[in-house]
């Protein structure tokens, strides 16, 4: 079985750093988009934009002393990513999802995980598990507020990949939809006002996230599916835990029907 703790060579790197043709590494400078964007992104997760809250492009565009252009398509990037939606003729605001479709994309996000799995273990190749032991180990030393919104980041890609992997494009669609109406970004910036709950959390996301895929690196179907199970119903205590948002039947009966 592969070793979670060892990072492959040649594993995908991050978005702001290429590999130089001479061997050398470098950094892409961001673009102007993309820090706006990330300024945005770390802005709601930390609170500072409510739920439903307009985000006005010019009066963004004063406060940042940048024109309008980055911050428009900045504002794209924060709709395409899931914290944000854009409503006709009136602009864009911060997602407000109900309770029934929080508990909804819960409830899906459970089974299309678990059926992603059964189908990527028989044929997941080496590559590929060792792009998500390198996400995994990315996330090993991100443990302060100031890492929550590269950790989102990094924990969104790491369950894309994951339905990915199982070869059916439909059902990346339909986990694609769903990730983008589970409010995982609310619990991060619960996290955000509660700090001191920040190591033991993540450190346990980790762990959850290195049984995943050392079990699909064993080809262990049946263990790879229980630990997904197990990692999204302790998703499941967090809404109730955090934002009082309750699930209508226990994750324990979810699980026996996953497995069934």
């Known amino acids: 079985m592969m070793n979670i703790h060892q990072i492959p060579e040649h594993a995908p790197v991050r978005a702001n750093h290429i590999d130089d043709p001479n061997g050398e590494e470098s950094f892409q400078k961001k673009s102007l ?13 930390a609170g ?8 006005r492009q ?12 980055p911050v428009r398509e900045a504002l794209y990037l924060l709709v395409a990513s899931g914290l944000a939606e854009r409503i006709p003729y009136r602009g864009v605001r911060v997602l407000q999802p109900t309770n029934s479709e929080i508990l909804d994309a819960y409830t899906l996000r459970m089974e299309l995980e678990s059926l992603a799995v059964r189908l990527a273990v028989p044929q997941v190749t080496p590559q590929q598990i060792e792009a998500l032991i ?39 669609k339909l986990y694609e939809m769903v990730a983008n109406s589970f409010p995982d970004w609310l619990l991060y910036e619960y996290l955000f006002r509660h700090p001191e709950l920040l190591p033991a959390i993540l450190m346990q996301e980790y762990q959850e996230h290195k049984m995943i895929v050392e079990a699909i690196a064993a080809r262990n179907a049946q263990d790879a599916i229980r630990h997904v199970i197990t990692h999204i119903s302790n998703i499941g205590n967090e809404l109730e835990t955090y934002l009082g948002i309750t699930p209508e039947t226990t994750n324990e009966d979810k699980s026996q029907g996953i497995q069934t």
């Open 48 to 55: 500072k934009y409510a739920p439903g809250e307009w985000l």
């Open 58 to 69: 010019e009066d963004i565009s004063q406060q940042l002393g940048v024109s309008q252009t």
């Open 134 to 172: 390198y996400l995994v180990e990315q996330t090993r030393e991100l443990t302060r507020l100031d890492d929550i919104s590269t950790l989102r980041q990094l924990n969104r890609e790491f369950h894309t990949r994951l339905v990915s992997y199982s070869g059916n494009s439909l059902l990346s």
């Open 33 to 45: 988009r993309d820090e706006v964007f990330e300024l945005l992104h770390r802005r709601v997760i």
